[in-house]
């Protein structure tokens, strides 16, 4: 209780009780019943309890009695009597209007976040306070002014009235309370057996409150230093370094804007752990921030499973360096860096030489081992801070910043080259590769991620073509051959749509009768603005574009056709047969066998008109599949025949393994065979055994009666070249053909 309040209460109702008793009725007496109103209600903001209002009246007329002997107060109690009542209503009414203020905090609080009971639990408090003060009270109050009352006063009524409304008031303000408090022992509940640490914060930022789960994370008490974990440990990350955890509580409680911040320490059982922490602003019952509150989950199961698909999704599984992903990122990263600070980049490109070799021969298991020794070693070349990764099959990258002078780019392309050249001990196999390397560099021939790269795949290539196990530079030789590359593969989409391939057929003499019953047929691509253009250099383009097959299915029709249309000529008795490449590709993709029938039969043409020509390539894979596709075909009646053989590898077990009619000799082993006894003996024994395998021989590029001559003594059936003719159009090739009944006439028809 505040004696000064009483004091200056009781000196002014005293005072007011005098004014009243000696005014007469009207405005003054008016004017201290506002008094006395104003009075009750500052007994209740002062706390002063109800039962010393009726000491202050009583104090009051004893000192107006003693000073006042003539004021008869026996005579005016009811009048006496007024201010008390008047007091008692503004008690009333005050104490009412405090209890309502006290619950809309209360009820306020309670449908906040779940922090809030630490303002529920002071609110409450204070509501006890009151009740402490004022519950009990009111009963003998009044109680007391009942007896001090005349039976009759006209006081009486409004006593009985008042007291059933506080009592009434109480006892609904008793029950609320009651609810309140089971309330406040639920929140207690949660808040200290919540997984999810809770921690409250002041409007400077000094933590007020931590639960349990606080304690159980990061071993500390609630009495210690709990800042010290978040913004001094030496366990701590954040995902923003740029401001500590404090600053983020403080600028949260200073803005209202509400953050979210990962944090991350070392739990007291040794391992890492990661919370994700809400921080929010608090507001008290006037919507004014009086601190914060930030809830913590631990989320270090999520982080790991982020951070495990992250590292699939950026990394090669196989030799843990960063894939095409990553490193198109990081290389971004690297290129703007280097444009920024004006320094040099090296892009190395690596291919692994007969790398396919060595993973159809020893098994995928191998090659992957391989590949990740590869890795290393390429890792091992290069300096510790530069950038190694895998970006496909046999394939890695190097990014080499800051390489000012370009023996140094070339020391560590010869380091990676020879480390590559070393033995590979996989087991119980001993492998040897090599590898082409190719380097571009930044700025100087490219300024952009995908350009540097395809420079660098560009110079990579330069160096296989150089016969591999070598390095080389980018060169604008390069960038002019490969725009001229795009722009072939380009004009190839629409060549075949626009008619612009062309069939020349080239003739095949039988020299033991001097006919022509045979032809190769061989696309030419007439380029509206290049001319004729060769087929070494659009086919490649082709059988990587796809195209190829495509291709293959008009050139096959348009053989057909004319094979159909060169046999119903005249009235020769040799079936005349039209032959045609086909590109290891198209046997690859699988059921060509079909799809050659299949053209054959749109054009009406018997399968003895048609003969296919394979290179050594393609029975090197010893597929099952091309085995089963060449045997369908030779059983419908199509012939199969050996292109250039002697150039490719010459394996004689693949000539006991796939059955073929013809064997054709590749036009360098012809040309040398007149001057050459060598060649001349690798001829002969090239012919003796096709025969004794059960194939016929075509010699290609005979250019000279000798060379014919000498063909025909070894026993060879066929002969084509220069000698008789040139690859013809299609007319050209009919009349030719039709006009030639000897070796003589064909030679003299050219």
Request: proline residues 3%; negative net charge.
């Amino acid at each position: 209780m505040n004696q000064d309040v009483l004091r200056d209460i009781s000196e002014k109702y005293c005072g007011l009780l005098r004014a009243f008793l000696l005014s007469p009725e009207g405005n003054a007496a008016s004017e201290q019943l506002q008094l006395a109103h104003h009075l009750g209600g500052s007994l209740v903001m002062g706390r002063i309890a109800p039962a010393e209002l009726l000491g202050i009246h009583q104090a009051a007329v004893e000192s107006l009695a003693n000073c006042c002997p003539a004021l008869q107060l026996a005579q005016i109690g009811a009048r006496l009597n007024m201010p008390l009542v008047t007091m008692y209503q503004a008690y009333e009414s005050a104490f009412r209007e405090r209890i309502a203020v006290r619950y809309q905090d209360l009820a306020a609080s309670f449908f906040c976040a779940s922090g809030e009971q630490e303002l529920i639990a002071r609110q409450i408090g204070d509501v006890f306070n009151d009740f402490n003060t004022h519950l009990g009270s009111i009963i003998g109050f009044a109680e007391m002014v009942e007896d001090e009352l005349s039976r009759k006063s006209s006081g009486q009524q409004s006593l009985h009235l008042l007291m059933q409304n506080l009592t009434a008031l109480l006892k609904a303000e008793h029950a609320i309370q009651q609810r309140i408090r089971s309330s406040e022992r639920q929140f207690r509940t949660l808040v200290d057996n919540s997984p999810d640490v809770i921690l409250r914060y002041d409007m400077e930022g000094r933590c007020v409150f931590a639960n349990p789960a606080f304690t159980r994370e990061t071993g500390l008490m609630a009495d210690q230093d709990i800042n010290t974990i978040l913004d001094r440990s030496a366990n701590r990350r954040w995902d923003d370094e740029s401001c500590s955890f404090g600053e983020r509580v403080r600028q949260v409680a200073a803005t209202g804007v509400a953050d979210v911040v990962v944090l991350e320490w070392r739990h007291p059982q040794g391992h890492l752990v990661s919370h994700e922490m809400h921080i929010v602003p608090e507001y008290d019952a006037d919507e004014q921030i009086f601190g914060t509150l930030a809830i913590g989950r631990d989320v270090t199961r999520r982080k790991e499973v982020e951070f495990k698909l992250r590292h699939q999704a950026n990394y090669d599984p196989l030799s843990g360096l960063p894939n095409r992903r990553l490193l198109g990122d990081m290389l971004q990263r690297e290129v703007a860096s280097a444009k920024k600070h004006a320094y040099p980049l090296a892009v190395v490109f690596i291919d692994l030489d007969r790398f396919k070799d060595v993973n159809d021969s020893l098994g995928h298991s191998v090659g992957d081992q391989l590949l990740v020794v590869a890795a290393q070693r390429v890792r091992a070349s290069v300096r510790e801070h530069d950038l190694v990764a895998r970006l496909a099959g046999d394939e890695f990258v190097a990014v080499l910043p800051r390489l000012e002078a370009s023996a140094a780019l070339t020391r560590i392309g010869d380091d990676i080259v020879a480390a590559l050249a070393e033995p590979f001990q996989l087991g119980e196999h001993r492998v040897r590769i090599s590898a082409s390397v190719g380097i571009a560099i930044y700025p100087h021939d490219a300024d952009t991620v995908t350009t540097l790269i395809g420079c660098a795949d560009q110079a990579m290539f330069a160096a296989k073509g150089g016969g591999r196990n070598g390095l080389a530079f980018f060169t604008e030789d390069m960038r002019e051959k490969s725009f001229e590359r795009r722009r072939l593969l380009n004009d190839l989409y629409d060549a075949l749509q626009e008619g612009q391939f062309e069939l020349h057929f080239q003739p095949a003499l039988e020299l033991q009768s001097g006919v022509i019953h045979k032809a190769e047929a061989l696309v030419r691509w007439r380029h509206p603005a290049f001319g004729m253009i060769s087929p070494d250099r659009f086919i490649p383009l082709a059988e990587e574009s796809g195209l190829i097959f495509d291709l293959g299915r008009w050139i096959l029709q348009e053989a057909a056709r004319v094979s159909v249309r060169w046999n119903a000529q005249g009235t020769s008795p040799f079936r005349k047969q039209i032959s045609v490449n086909l590109s290891p590709v198209q046997f690859l993709n699988g059921h060509y066998d079909a799809i050659v029938m299949d053209q054959l039969s749109l054009q009406g043409c018997q399968p003895g008109l048609i003969a296919i020509e394979i290179t050594e390539g393609l029975l090197l894979d010893d597929s099952e599949a091309v085995r089963s596709q060449l045997n369908n075909l030779r059983a419908a009646g199509i012939q199969v025949a050996l292109d250039d053989f002697g150039t490719g590898y010459s394996a004689m077990s693949y000539l006991k393994k796939f059955s073929m009619d013809y064997l054709k000799i590749d036009r360098s082993f012809v040309q040398d065979m007149v001057d050459a006894d060598s060649n001349k003996a690798i001829v002969e024994a090239i012919i003796v055994m096709a025969h004794r395998l059960g194939m016929k021989v075509i010699a290609e590029g005979v250019e000279t009666m000798v060379q014919a001559q000498l063909l025909r003594d070894a026993g060879c059936e066929y002969v084509q070249g220069y000698l008789y003719s040139r690859p013809l159009p299609e007319d050209d090739f009919l009349n030719f053909a039709a006009s030639a009944h000897s070796p003589a006439d064909a030679a003299a028809a050219r």
